[in-house]
């Protein structure tokens, strides 16, 4: 029996791809969608409905502020025997045709009883979410960890708390280029062990 919700949920998961900044085309996605996927991202599971998630989002001269500021943090914080300039200098430009950048954040709320790690995997989820509803819309979209993301002075440049984690960056935007095939080192029957 065919099942179109399945088959529609599992062909945006199965097609969503990774498209770096550099491969957008600088074409703007309305604010209206993006808070659209935003919403999805609101609707992640969480346990003891927690929601521990925040988006901060920068778009036109904020977001070329941040790639900026990316760079001067990096340059600042890096040991000048090991810090490139070619480095800071792409911190600074791969921004530069992204349309949108929500920097995803797992915000601790106060309910100590929810381990730390449960709310790292529901903002985890909630990103998810973003990628998926991005793909669904035609929207390119990459997950970076790349540059300062996960450093202290990230979570400090953000006014972040010590146990709130910067969980990436999430560029969206629009690309020419084709979709490329995804590829995986392993086949989903490597990771499944039945009990029967
Ligand atoms: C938590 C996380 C962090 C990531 N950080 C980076 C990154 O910093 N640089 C990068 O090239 N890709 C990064 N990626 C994207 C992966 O490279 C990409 O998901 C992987 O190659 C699989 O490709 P696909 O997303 O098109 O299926 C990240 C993905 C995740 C889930």
Redesign the pocket.
Known sequence: MTNNKFAAVADVIRN?????GAKMNGQKIADETVMELLELAHWAPTHGRTEPWQFFVYTGEALLQFGLDHGNLYWNNTPEETRMQSIKEKLENNIKKVSHMVVSVMKRGTNEKIPHIEEVAAA?AAIQNILLGASAQGIAS?????GM?LKPAMKEHLGLGSEDVV??LIFLGYTDEPT?P???NSTPADKVKWMN
């Open positions: 969503r791809r990774s498209v770096g985890s990459f997950w970076s960890t790349g993301t969980l990436g490329k995804g590829v995986r």
